[in-house]
């Protein structure tokens, strides 16, 4: 079955710091890839997405990159804000409407000024 | 656009009473609704996956009987948390598929606190 697994947290790092969060995934196919970012005490926010390999999702500063060949999908930012201290999980789903997503336990990260 | 609401957004109640969780689609229709649990510092898990007009599909392991899920309408479904015990004391999560599309809307939670 699918399964997805990121590096365990808590990530703690100091403003302005480089983020990398690793994401690996097994799945049959081609997935869809997701990065979700849950502030506290909030719901999940879709971060960002990539639907094929080679394609990079961005937004707000992140970026991760969909490797078929080593079934990656890491989160980077270059510069964090103490405003990204937040739990990040890293999801796919495959096929059509109603698939179901499938997590990874979820890495938090504490950003310090 | 794409925005899927709770209600409430925390509850809580005395054990043995039923408890009921709205999620809303606000301006598009969900033909399919997840329902996630999550625990404190944890991974969410998928409980059930409901089509509108047809009988949600549990997980395995989840209990249908104690976990009522009703998807009447393209913009609502619902989770009734039937007598409630500490144990099901958690972080509800509700999610919304649009049409072909992959993707999934999540709301907010709800904070269920049974004493």
């Known amino acids: 079955g699918n399964s997805v697994t990121q590096m365990e947290g808590p990530v703690t790092l100091s403003e302005e710091a480089f983020l990398t969060i690793n994401c690996t995934y097994t799945?049959?196919?081609?997935?869809?890839l997701f990065w979700y970012v849950q502030y506290p005490g909030e719901g999940l926010q879709l971060l960002l997405k990539?639907?094929?390999?080679?394609d990079k999702g961005s937004n707000k500063g992140f970026e991760a990159t969909y490797r078929k060949e080593t079934t990656s999908f890491h989160l980077e930012k270059g510069s964090v804000q103490v405003s990204d201290s937040a739990v990040y999980f890293c999801?796919?789903?495959?096929?059509?409407?109603?698939?179901?997503?499938?997590f990874g336990g979820g890495t938090r990260v504490l950003v310090k000024p | 656009g794409a925005v899927v609401s709770q209600h409430p957004s925390w509850v809580i109640c005395k054990s043995g009473t039923s408890v009921k969780i709205e999620c809303r689609s606000l301006?598009?229709?969900?033909?399919?609704m997840f329902w996630y649990r999550q625990f404190p510092k944890q991974s969410l898990m998928l409980m059930a996956t409901?089509?509108?007009?047809?009988?949600?599909?549990?997980e395995q392991g989840v209990e249908k009987d104690k976990f009522l899920i009703n998807h009447a309408s393209l913009t609502l479904s619902t989770l009734t948390v039937t007598s409630a015990h500490p144990e099901d004391s958690s972080f509800y999560i509700c999610?919304?598929?649009?049409?072909?599309?992959?993707?999934?809307?999540f709301g907010p939670g709800t904070r269920l606190t049974v004493t």
């Open positions: 999610s919304a598929g649009q049409g072909r599309s992959y993707e999934q809307y």
């Open positions: 799945a049959t196919g081609y997935p869809s």
């Open positions: 990539a639907t094929k390999a080679d």
């Open positions: 999801a796919l789903t495959r096929g059509a409407a109603g698939n179901k997503l499938t």
């Open positions: 301006d598009f229709q969900a033909t399919t």
């Open positions: 409901s089509n509108e007009g047809s009988k949600a599909t549990y």
